[in-house]
Nanobody, 128 residues
């Protein structure tokens, strides 16, 4: 049973940068598709970014429209971890960020129900 731990949130000023991480135990993420979602108070969980596992064909990363060009998802198979680098942060980016994993990595997936494992979430707050 894979367990995901996603510490690394925090408070940052608008325009700043922050990296959140997600480490796995109980299994290897090499072949897993991984993603980040976020949820702000009173809102539905929103897709942020996804990355495919090995092997893949075509594009191996995808992003939500609201973060495209500002956020970058990456995976370190040696460390069994996935990261989300967030730049040019805005107050609207304030949310609890969750990492998610999916055993099957056939294509990019954008909905929470398509993922098998979840981290506990980490708070990211962007101040004005």
């Amino acid at each position: 049973q894979v367990q995901l731990v996603d510490p690394g949130g925090g408070l940052v000023q608008a325009g700043g940068s922050l990296r959140v991480s997600c480490a796995a135990s109980g299994g290897t993420l090499v072949s897993y598709a991984m993603a980040w979602f976020r949820q702000a108070p009173g809102k539905e969980r929103e897709f942020v970014a996804a990355i495919l596992g090995i092997p893949w064909s075509g594009d191996n990363t995808g992003y939500g429209n609201s973060v495209k060009g500002r956020f970058t998802i990456s995976k370190d198979n040696a460390k069994n971890a996935v990261y989300l680098q967030m730049n040019s942060l805005k107050p609207d980016d304030t949310a609890v960020y969750y990492c998610a994993g999916r055993r099957s990595s056939d294509r990019l997936r954008y909905y929470p129900g398509e993922y098998d494992y979840w981290g506990q979430g980490t708070q990211v707050t962007v101040s004005t």
